[in-house]
């Protein structure tokens, strides 16, 4: 089994910068496609981002290219979200999710595992 959890997530203003860490424990995630999602109240849940095992592949959802950008570090097991640039629409509660037989995919049901989600709200 894998636990991911969630960190980084707080109250900002438009155009601030965050960074979201996803740590994973249970077993080593090194191995596995990573990806973000996120929730806004109403809306279904959203692909943002994916990184496949290696970190060579990125993918990212149109709304958020050019603004956030995902990475990995394998020896600490953790998932990072950089969000620069942030907008009110950017408000949402952000999940990761690891995916054991991928390379990254905008799918939700391509992922294992996810963690609880970690708020992020911009506002002036």
């Known amino acids: 089994q894998v636990q991911l959890v969630e960190s980084g997530g707080g109250s900002v203003q438009p155009g601030d910068s965050v960074r979201l860490s996803c740590a994973a424990s249970?077993?080593?995630?090194?191995?596995?496609?990573m990806g973000w999602f996120r929730q806004a109240p109403g809306k279904d849940r959203e692909f943002v981002g994916a990184?496949?095992?290696?970190?060579?592949?990125?993918y990212y959802a149109e709304s958020v290219k050019g603004r956030f950008t995902i990475s990995r570090d394998n020896a600490k097991n953790t998932v990072y979200l950089q969000m620069n640039s942030l907008k009110p629409e950017d408000t949402a509660i952000y999940y990761c999710a690891a995916d054991r037989y991928g390379s990254g995919s905008a799918r939700k049901t391509a992922y294992e595992y996810w963690g609880q989600g970690t708020q992020v709200t911009v506002s002036s």
């Open positions: 990184i496949s095992w290696s970190g060579d592949r990125l």
């Open positions: 249970g077993r080593t995630v090194s191995g596995y496609a």
